[in-house]
């Protein structure tokens, strides 16, 4: 296919550090324009795995202007709603999708998809035009006013023109970005670990969340006949706890069990399943906030720039927008990569700063209450909630989904009909 050239200036080496959706999003536009796009993922091959993930909002509109909405839709998960369970696994209370195509989504969203299946999607669409290097992370780099040269975990380096940070919540990118001793971490006291387990024939489509005094919660969603997502969440302010996530998997997974271990439902089950799941994840819930993305040739993209943590329902749907909105304006400015970031900034901030906004750690406690009694209480008011129809009505009679009004720029480079 024919790669129209927007501009009379050289094409752009760009270097991209993480090959999660955020960075092939950006390889996407950035191709479309006639740069030289390389991305380099640590992990040996493309890291399609991880958790249910959701597009909202300007996230869905983001994927429609890359052609891959049908991609998406071929490969959705079946999650019809959300049920509050007890511990016979009864349900108390449902909130269902609102499947309207009006107003906002609830908690489960008309888009839910597995994060490893977005990944596959966003790498068949980028590469044929895109250099992937797995197996390979940047360990540094130094800049001047004409080039970033970065260095490899091989022990390599190159030269390139712009060196990008998609390279998660953790990025080691960012860190050289800030200044020494930036925190850029916002706690909400929350932790969670996800794995899989079998699927059982009692796994229906509803996604079942289950209440445990000492604000715990488990949550568990099928997303295929034969696997079953597994999530513990509890709120602990602990140094044990935030240290957890960096000790080796097998004290994740003693910690994890020990803090369950009592919870009751089917938390056997769950805990038996750790030792035979083909991944086992532990994270805090954090935000990512920082007054600065960018620093000379170097600027963060997506959760490296902006995490807006799981509670935001719009993670995933900001790495898309980011992607956009950076590559927009590298395209407009492919000369002058000075403006082009700082237009990246004022331009995609107002929007992070709505999706963040979003996640408020009052309410979030309120919703994993510490005793039997405050469970008791939320489930009932959920229970009457739902019988008379206000999340549904809710969701249909709101105007917007998370995003706000913000609307998504022009296109950063036509989609040609190849």
Same mark, same amino acid.
């Given at each position: 296919?024919?790669?129209?050239?927007?501009?009379?200036?050289?094409?752009?080496?760009?270097?991209?550090?993480?090959?999660?959706?955020?960075?092939?999003?950006?390889?996407?536009?950035?191709?479309?324009?006639?740069?030289?796009?390389?991305?380099?993922?640590?992990?040996?091959?493309?890291?399609?795995?991880?958790?249910?993930?959701?597009?909202?909002?300007?996230?869905?509109?983001?994927?429609?202007?890359?052609?891959?909405?049908?991609?998406?839709?071929?490969?959705?998960?079946?999650?019809?709603?959300?049920?509050?369970?007890?511990?016979?696994?009864?349900?108390?209370?449902?909130?269902?999708?609102?499947?309207?195509?009006?107003?906002?989504?609830?908690?489960?969203?008309?888009?839910?998809?597995?994060?490893?299946?977005?990944? $596959? +999607?966003?790498? @068949?669409?980028?590469?044929? *035009? %895109?250099?992937? =290097?797995? &197996?390979?992370?940047?360990?540094?780099?130094?800049?001047?006013?004409?080039?970033?040269?970065?260095?490899?975990?091989?022990?390599?380096?190159?030269?390139?023109?712009?060196?990008?940070?998609?390279?998660?919540?953790?990025?080691?990118?960012?860190?050289?970005?800030?200044?020494?001793?930036?925190?850029?971490?916002?706690?909400?006291?929350?932790?969670?670990?996800?794995?899989?387990?079998? $699927? +059982?024939?009692? @796994?229906?489509?509803?996604? *079942? %969340?289950?209440? =445990?005094? &000492?604000?715990?919660?488990?949550?568990?969603?099928?997303?295929?006949?034969?696997?079953?997502?597994?999530?513990?969440?509890?709120?602990?302010?602990?140094?044990?706890?935030?240290?957890?996530?960096?000790?080796?998997?097998?004290?994740?997974?003693?910690?994890?069990?020990?803090?369950?271990?009592?919870?009751?439902?089917?938390?056997?089950?769950?805990?038996?399943?750790?030792?035979?799941?083909?991944?086992?994840?532990?994270?805090?819930?954090?935000?990512?906030?920082?007054?600065?993305?960018?620093?000379?040739?170097?600027?963060?993209?997506?959760?490296?720039?902006?995490?807006?943590?799981?509670?935001?329902?719009?993670?995933?749907?900001?790495?898309?927008?980011?992607?956009?909105?950076?590559?927009?304006?590298?395209?407009?400015?492919?000369?002058?990569?000075?403006?082009?970031?700082?237009?990246?900034?004022?331009?995609?901030?107002?929007?992070?700063?709505?999706?963040?906004?979003?996640?408020?750690?009052?309410?979030?406690?309120?919703?994993?209450?510490?005793?039997?009694?405050?469970?008791?209480?939320?489930?009932?008011?959920?229970?009457?909630?739902?019988?008379?129809?206000?999340?549904?009505?809710?969701?249909?009679?709101?105007?917007?989904?998370?995003?706000?009004?913000?609307?998504?720029?022009?296109?950063?480079?036509?989609?040609?009909?190849?």
């Amino acid at each position: 296919m024919g790669m129209t050239k927007r501009s009379r200036t050289q094409p752009l080496r760009v270097l991209v550090a993480g090959g999660g959706v955020a960075g092939q999003a950006l390889a996407f536009w950035l191709t479309r324009s006639g740069h030289r796009v390389t991305v380099v993922e640590r992990f040996p091959a493309l890291r399609a795995t991880g958790a249910q993930v959701d597009l909202r909002g300007q996230g869905i509109e983001a994927v429609k202007r890359m052609g891959l909405l049908d991609a998406v839709r071929g490969k959705l998960v079946d999650e019809a709603g959300v049920a509050f369970v007890d511990a016979r696994g009864t349900a108390k209370a449902t909130i269902m999708a609102n499947t309207s195509g009006r107003g906002r989504q609830t908690l489960t969203s008309e888009y839910e998809i597995m994060r490893g299946d977005l990944v $596959r +999607i966003l790498h @068949d669409a980028t590469r044929d *035009d %895109t250099e992937y =290097v797995f &197996g390979k992370s940047v360990d540094g780099f130094e800049q001047d006013e004409h080039k970033v040269v970065a260095h490899f975990s091989d022990g390599s380096s190159g030269e390139f023109d712009l060196l990008v940070g998609a390279d998660g919540q953790g990025s080691r990118i960012r860190r050289a970005v800030l200044p020494e001793g930036f925190d850029p971490y916002w706690r909400v006291g929350i932790h969670m670990a996800y794995w899989f387990v079998p $699927r +059982i024939a009692s @796994d229906g489509n509803i996604r *079942d %969340t289950y209440m =445990v005094p &000492g604000g715990r919660q488990i949550m568990r969603r099928s997303h295929n006949p034969t696997e079953t997502q597994v999530y513990f969440v509890i709120r602990e302010e602990s140094d044990e706890a935030s240290a957890i996530h960096r000790a080796p998997v097998e004290r994740q997974q003693e910690f994890w069990a020990d803090r369950f271990r009592d919870a009751g439902w089917q938390t056997e089950r769950f805990i038996e399943g750790m030792k035979t799941s083909p991944f086992f994840y532990s994270q805090e819930v954090v935000q990512v906030r920082t007054d600065t993305w960018s620093k000379g040739r170097v600027v963060l993209a997506g959760d490296a720039a902006h995490c807006a943590s799981p509670y935001s329902g719009m993670g995933i749907s900001g790495g898309l927008v980011g992607a956009h909105v950076l590559a927009g304006e590298i395209n407009r400015h492919p000369g002058d990569l000075p403006t082009a970031l700082a237009n990246y900034d004022s331009v995609l901030r107002p929007f992070i700063n709505e999706i963040q906004g979003e996640v408020n750690p009052r309410l979030l406690r309120l919703g994993m209450p510490m005793t039997r009694r405050a469970i008791d209480v939320f489930q009932a008011a959920t229970a009457l909630a739902c019988f008379l129809h206000v999340p549904d009505l809710a969701a249909r009679l709101s105007k917007k989904d998370r995003g706000g009004n913000w609307q998504l720029p022009e296109n950063p480079a036509p989609i040609s009909a190849a």
